[in-house]
Nanobody
Framework: QVQLVESGGGMVQAGDSLRLSCAAS????????MAWFRQTQGKEREFVAA????????YYADSVKGRFTISRGNAKNTVYLQMNSLKPEDTAVYYC??????????????????WGQGTQVTVSS
């Protein structure tokens, strides 16, 4: 079974930066589209960013466009989310997800098959 593990979360002030990492337990995960979602207590999980299996195409939610960057590591079994100019509204648990059986990512969480346990990001004003 494919396992994803997120890391890099923490507590920062508005305007600071963080880089989240997602490591896969299986090398074949490098051929799957991947995405980052986030969830605040009491709200539905929302799309943040996604990347194609090749790493050539990226997609972002309007709320993070221009501030966040998703990328794949050289080994292609690691995905990063560089978060700059963080805002208090970015506070959430961030989850890494992978999609099985397709070449492209989507913005719908129901399309993803594998999930990490999440990492907390807290941004104070």
């Amino acid at each position: 079974q494919v396992q994803l593990v997120e890391s890099g979360g923490g507590m920062v002030q508005a305007g600071d930066s963080l880089r989240l990492s997602c490591a896969a337990s299986e090398r074949t995960l490098s051929e799957m589209p991947m995405a980052w979602f986030r969830q605040t207590q009491g709200k539905e999980r929302e799309f943040v960013a996604a990347i194609s299996w090749s790493g050539s195409n990226t997609y972002y939610a309007d709320s993070v466009k221009g501030r966040f960057t998703i990328s794949r590591g050289n080994a292609k079994n690691t995905v990063y989310l560089q978060m700059n100019s963080l805002k208090p509204e970015d506070t959430a648990v961030y989850y890494c997800a992978a999609r099985r059986g397709r070449d492209y990512p989507t913005t719908d969480q129901k399309d993803y098959d594998y999930w990490g346990q999440g990492t907390q990001v807290t941004v104070s004003s």
